[in-house]
C-alpha cells in the first residue's frame, strides 16, 4: 500500500439500511469501517418504503414462509431496539366478495399471527357496519380481518444506524462516490471523489458492494464479471393525499391484478397510498412516479373508499427502485422480496461481498449473516453477533414507553409546546435530551425556520447526523417538507450553506 493511504479492515459501498447496518454490526464487532455514499443517507430506495416493518402477509401465497418467519421475528426485535422511530399499528383487510374467499384471508392471518412475533396483538374479524373502521368505506364492504405490523421512520432508520456506527468508530462519508477501484491481493484501492475532499485514495482489505438498485453496476465495474445474481430492478410508488379517514389504523386492500395496495395514516393530515411494483429500466436516480401509477394508486383505493380519489387530490408523489433477486417470476410484484449474499473471493485476491436483493424489516438479520461470510477474511466477524439486543441511539427506552419519555421531556423542558416534544421524542427518543441540553426557555433554540424546527435542532442534524441540504433536514431526517413554504425552505437552505462554509473556514 502507497505510503499515508488509510486502511480499513472493510469498506461498504452505499448508504442505504443494508450498508448502514452491515457498518454498525462490524464496527460493533471492532473492525475498523468506512462507508461510502455517492449522495445523502437514505436518499435512494430505503427513504422511499411503504415505511412499514412487516411480515409481508402477501408473500405467504408465494410460499415465502422462511422469509415471512424471519421478518416477523425481526418486527419484534425492532420494535424493542428503536421504539422512538418504529411502533404498532392495525391493519383492516376489508373483504372483497369478488376476490379471495374469506376462509382464505382467515387461514394467512392464522400462519402470520402464530409463523413468529409474540409482542403484538393477534388478528380478529369486524363487522364493519359496526366497527368505526367501516365509515370511510363503501357499505358493501360488510367483513374485515384486522392484524398487527409496525411502521418505521425508514430514512431515520438509517441514520440512526450510521449515527451509532460512528460512535463505534466508522468512518461515515457522504456525497462521497466511487470512480474507480483497483483489486490487489490483499486489499482494494478505491478512487473517491466528492465535493469537500477531491479526489482521495481509500485502501480496505474487505469490499461490501451494499449500493441497492446500483449492486449490479458496481458489481461488473468492481470484477469486470457479469453479476453471479440476477437483479431485477422493480418500481414502487406512492402518492400522499389530504386525510381519508379519522382513526388511526391502516387499510391494506386487494385489488382484481392480485396486487395489494395499502391506505395509511401520514404526518397527522394525510393519507399515504402505495405502493405499485413495475420492472424499471434506467439510472435509479432519476425515477418518478409516472401518472399511470399514480392514477393506478387512485383507482385501487376509490374502489373501496365512500369518497372517490382523483390525482387531482394527490398534494405529494414519490417512487423508489427495489433492487430484487431475479427468480424468474412472470410479475414484479410475485418477484422475490429475499436477499442474496454473494461473495467473490478467488484464491490471491481480496474479498468482494455483494448484496442482492433485501427488504428494510430483515435488513439487521441480512448484516449479521454478512459478517458471517466474511469469517476467514475479516478478523472481526468472528466476534460474537450483538445488535439484536443494543438499542438504536435514542432508543434506550421500554418498547411501551414512547408516552412517558414525551412526559419526561417536557417537564424537563417546560418551553416545549406538546407537539414539538412528542415529535422531537418521535426523532430522536432519549437523545433529545442531547439536542436540548443547556436549553433554558425557547429564545434558547434559536431561529424558528419554520413548524417548531429551531436552529438548534438544525446545527444537531449537522453536525451529527451528516445533513447538509434543507431536503436532507426535511425530507430524510423529517418529513417537515409537507409543510414548508418555498420561502422557508430557501432560508433553511441558507441557512445550512452559511453554516458548512462557517465550519469549513475554521477546520481551515
Not at 454498525?24 to 430505503?46: F, K, M, N, P, Y
Not at 475532499?197 to 441497492?212: E, I, K, S, Y
Request: neutral net charge.
Amino acid at each position: 500500500m502507497a505510503q499515508g493511504t488509510p486502511a480499513y479492515d472493510l469498506a461498504i459501498i452505499g448508504g442505504g439500511v443494508n450498508g448502514c447496518g452491515i457498518a454498525r454490526d462490524a464496527a460493533g464487532r471492532g473492525a475498523s469501517v468506512v462507508l461510502l455514499e455517492q449522495a445523502d443517507l437514505a436518499s435512494g430506495t430505503s427513504s422511499a418504503s411503504t415505511k412499514l416493518i412487516h411480515g409481508g402477509l402477501r408473500y405467504l401465497e408465494h410460499y415465502e414462509f422462511r422469509l415471512v418467519r424471519e421478518a416477523l421475528r425481526e418486527r419484534d426485535v425492532l420494535w424493542r431496539l428503536a421504539p422512538h422511530i418504529i411502533w404498532p399499528m392495525r391493519f383492516v383487510l376489508p373483504h372483497h366478495r369478488a376476490l379471495r374467499p374469506r376462509w382464505f384471508l382467515r387461514i394467512g392471518l392464522f400462519l402470520y399471527d402464530h409463523l413468529g412475533g409474540s409482542l403484538l396483538p393477534r388478528s380478529r374479524g369486524l363487522d364493519l357496519s359496526a366497527d368505526a373502521a367501516g365509515v370511510p368505506l363503501k357499505p358493501t364492504f360488510r367483513h374485515a380481518f384486522e392484524y398487527s405490523d409496525c411502521w418505521v421512520e425508514d430514512a431515520r432508520l438509517v441514520v440512526l444506524n450510521a449515527r451509532d456506527a460512528a460512535d463505534r468508530g466508522a468512518e461515515i462519508r457522504t456525497r462521497a462516490r466511487v470512480v474507480d477501484a483497483a483489486r490487489g491481493a490483499d486489499h482494494w484501492r478505491l478512487t473517491v471523489e466528492s465535493a469537500r475532499h477531491g479526489r482521495q485514495q481509500v485502501a480496505a482489505r474487505t469490499l461490501v458492494n451494499a449500493a441497492g438498485p446500483w449492486a449490479g453496476t458496481v458489481h461488473r465495474q468492481m470484477t469486470h464479471s457479469q453479476t453471479p445474481a440476477p437483479v431485477r430492478l422493480v418500481q414502487g410508488s406512492h402518492i400522499v393525499v389530504p386525510r381519508l379517514f379519522e382513526h388511526e389504523r391502516c387499510y391494506i386492500f386487494q385489488n382484481a391484478d392480485a396486487r395489494i395496495v395499502f391506505a395509511i395514516p401520514f404526518e397527522r393530515d394525510f393519507t399515504l397510498i402505495g405502493t405499485t411494483d413495475r420492472d424499471y429500466e434506467g439510472d435509479p436516480a432519476a425515477v418518478a412516479a409516472s401518472p399511470e401509477e399514480i392514477a393506478y394508486l387512485c383507482a385501487a383505493v376509490s374502489e373501496y373508499f365512500r369518497k372517490t380519489i382523483t390525482p387531482a387530490d394527490v398534494v405529494l408523489s414519490y417512487s423508489g427502485v427495489r433492487p430484487l433477486y431475479d427468480d424468474g417470476a412472470s410479475k414484479a410484484q410475485e418477484a422475490t422480496r429475499d436477499y442474496v449474499l454473494h461473495l467473490d473471493a478467488p484464491s490471491g485476491a481480496a474479498p468482494l461481498l455483494s448484496v442482492f436483493g433485501g427488504k428494510i424489516t430483515t435488513y439487521r438479520r441480512l448484516a449479521e449473516l454478512a459478517l458471517g461470510q466474511l469469517k476467514g477474511f475479516l478478523p472481526a466477524a468472528e466476534r460474537p453477533a450483538w445488535t439484536g439486543t443494543a438499542p438504536l441511539p435514542g432508543g434506550d427506552f421500554p418498547h411501551n414507553g414512547y408516552d412517558e419519555l414525551v412526559a419526561e421531556t417536557q417537564r424537563a423542558h417546560p418551553y416545549l409546546a406538546p407537539a414539538h416534544a412528542a415529535r422531537l421524542v418521535r426523532a430522536y427518543g432519549t437523545r433529545a435530551a442531547r439536542l436540548l441540553d443547556g436549553i433554558r426557555a425557547a429564545a434558547d433554540l434559536g431561529q424558528v425556520f419554520g413548524h417548531d424546527l429551531t436552529e438548534r435542532e438544525v446545527t444537531y442534524l449537522m453536525t451529527q447526523e451528516w445533513a447538509e441540504t434543507a431536503d436532507d433536514v426535511l425530507w430524510r431526517r423529517s418529513k417537515l417538507a409537507l409543510r414548508f413554504t418555498p420561502a422557508q425552505k430557501s432560508a433553511l437552505d441558507q441557512f445550512m450553506q452559511d453554516g458548512a462554509q462557517r465550519a469549513a473556514s475554521s477546520a481551515a
